[in-house]
């Protein structure tokens, strides 16, 4: 069974950064397409990046793009978003997926992903 477990979320004021990390247990990472997912309340889930299965193709969000940064350590069987000059508006519940089979416009939407993590709060605030 796919477990992934999201970490590194805070609180950082704005411009700061904050490295979220998404650890799997029970496979391996890289045959997944992983992403990266973030919904704030009373807002629809937004699709932030992905990394594609045994690739080093990227997806990112417009809203994203310039200042994160998704990245795969195989050794460590990890997915890392590293996020650079936070805003508030990129406050929410940030959250992990994994499938073997998603690319493309599922990166935008998390539709189809099978496996989720619990998700990490980040709060960007002075």
């Known amino acids: 069974q796919v477990q992934l477990v999201e970490s590194g979320g805070g609180l950082v004021q704005p411009g700061g950064s904050l490295r979220l990390s998404c650890a799997a247990s029970g496979f391996t990472l890289e045959d997944l397409t992983v992403g990266w997912f973030r919904q704030a309340p009373g807002k629809e889930r937004e699709g932030v990046s992905c990394?594609?299965?045994?690739?080093?193709?990227?997806y990112y969000g417009n809203s994203v793009k310039g200042r994160f940064t998704i990245s795969r350590d195989n050794a460590n069987n990890t997915v890392y978003l590293q996020m650079n000059s936070l805003k508030p508006e990129d406050t929410a519940v940030y959250y992990c997926?994994?499938?073997?089979?998603?690319?493309?416009?599922?990166?935008?939407?998390?539709?189809?992903?099978?496996?989720w993590g619990q998700g990490t709060q980040v709060t960007v605030s002075s």
């Open positions: 990394i594609k299965a045994h690739s080093d193709n990227t």
């Open positions: 997926a994994g499938d073997k089979a998603r690319w493309g416009s599922s990166c935008s939407t998390g539709v189809g992903f099978g496996s």
